[in-house]
Nanobody, 114 residues
Framework: QVQLVESGGGLVQPGGSLRLSCAASRIVFSTYIMGWYRQAPGKQRELVARISSDGTTYYLDSVKGRFTISKDNAKNTVYLQMNSLKPEDTAMYFC????????WGQGTQVTVSS
């Protein structure tokens, strides 16, 4: 089975930064579309950022210019660098791997608060 393990979440003040990591195993990493989703209490889960096998990226409008998704195929790891964090970024962040079927990590909590 595909395994995805997120790390890097935590509590940060507004304007601060965090770097999330997602380590994947038992997949041919380079063939998957990798993404980060988030879900806040009372809200729908939304796609934050995505990177395709060819390196093409997508970002949610509200995070453009602040977040950067990247991956290291050799390490089977995808990252989400989050800068200039805002309280509205507070959510559980989930790693997603897509190739015919979606696979999900357990999530890592990001809380932006003073």
């Amino acid at each position: 089975q595909v395994q995805l393990v997120e790390s890097g979440g935590g509590l940060v003040q507004p304007g601060g930064s965090l770097r999330l990591s997602c380590a994947a195993s038992r997949i041919v990493f380079s063939t998957y579309i990798m993404g980060w989703y988030r879900q806040a209490p009372g809200k729908q889960r939304e796609l934050v950022a995505r990177i395709s096998s060819d390196g093409t990226t997508y970002y949610l409008d509200s995070v453009k210019g602040r977040f950067t998704i990247s991956k290291d195929n050799a390490k089977n790891t995808v990252y989400l660098q989050m800068n200039s964090l805002k309280p509205e970024d507070t959510a559980m962040y989930f790693c997603n791997a897509r190739y015919w079927v979606d696979h999900w990590g357990q999530g890592t909590q990001v809380t932006v608060s003073s």
